[in-house]
């Protein structure tokens, strides 16, 4: 293990917040812990340093807008409620940016806050952004990271309080499709496919005209290949047996066009997956936890959602 690994596995330890909340006349605790998504570089080895851009407007609870990149070891900050609701579910939080970066305040450590104050332990995915190296073949470091994600969460799930079959997963625009791609590539087998997905105004299409460019650009390249179009493509990929969908989109989303889930919610009914469309008459592009009353309404709508699957 690399020595910036170790210092950050310490420092995880030691920065651990502890939030103590009065329920019920009785005082609980929520928990937030880091830890490394893998055991990192060989000994001796240094990795570069990661860059972070904070945005100066879009802020969230905790007054942070922070752009992530360059990242090498990816990792996984898990949100401990303070009391175990919803069947003991979790949640892999995977915030967006184009495959250009990781929006990993707004739609991921916000995220994560929420739905651990309503009984959800939600753990945030940092992960590699795509390389040249896979534009051609092979699964891009995002989906590797995405996979590992969920093995390790299941890994985990008695020391967290969890139940291993309500394991899902939550992205948001280009962390939508990395969501959404888990679906595709993880396996039952080992513990890589979700048990249920939700989508926020996600990439899902890689195809044109519909397709969001940046996102196919850095994730495939400029010149992909029509079989790799396909591959990426979550609506060409839609088969029975996909865990159930949520999905969430605005109307007036002028970024990534709502025909992107209502592509896929068409493919996914066309299987026999069962797929709740949510569509939100105004917030734009990235509305995250809410920008208007009616795209901050989709937090109910998902938490009732979830209760309700077998």
Sequence with gaps: MSPVTANRIRAAWRTAALTVLLSWGRLAAQTQEEWPLRAG??????????????????????????VVRKVTEPTLT??????????????????????????????GHAFARYFQGQGLTAIVLKYRLPQADTFA????????????ALRFIRRHAADW?????????????????????????????DGSRPDF???????????????????????LGPEPAPARINEYSLERRAQP???????????????VPIENSRLLAAALQQASVPC??????????GFALGRTGA????????????????
């Design 241 to 255: 047996g996909f865990p159930p969908f949520f999905l969430v989109h605005a109307q007036d989303d002028q970024t």
């Design 276 to 285: 709740e469309f949510l569509v939100v008459a105004a917030g734009g592009h």
């Design 197 to 219: 997905v939700a989508l926020l105004y996600p990439v899902v299409t890689l195809a044109a005209p519909t397709a969001h460019a940046g996102s196919r650009l850095r994730l």
């Design 78 to 107: 898990i949100y401990h409620p303070a009391q175990v609701a919803h069947r003991s579910a979790a949640l892999l939080v995977i915030a967006g940016g184009g495959y250009d970066g990781i929006v990993i305040d707004r739609e």
């Design 137 to 148: 073949a092979g699964l891009p470091a995002p989906q590797r990271d995405a996979l590992d």
């Design 295 to 310: 795209s901050a309404r989709w937090k109910e709508h998902f938490l009732a959602w979830l209760d309700a699957l077998p």
């Design 41 to 66: 570089d060989p000994a001796g080895a240094v990795s570069p340093p990661e860059e972070t851009t904070f945005q100066p407007r879009g802020l969230d609870d905790r007054g942070f807008n922070r």
């Design 161 to 189: 309080r969890i139940d291993p079959n309500r394991v899902g997963v939550m992205g948001a625009s280009a962390g939508g499709h990395l969501a959404g791609s888990s679906a595709i590539f993880g396996h039952k087998t």
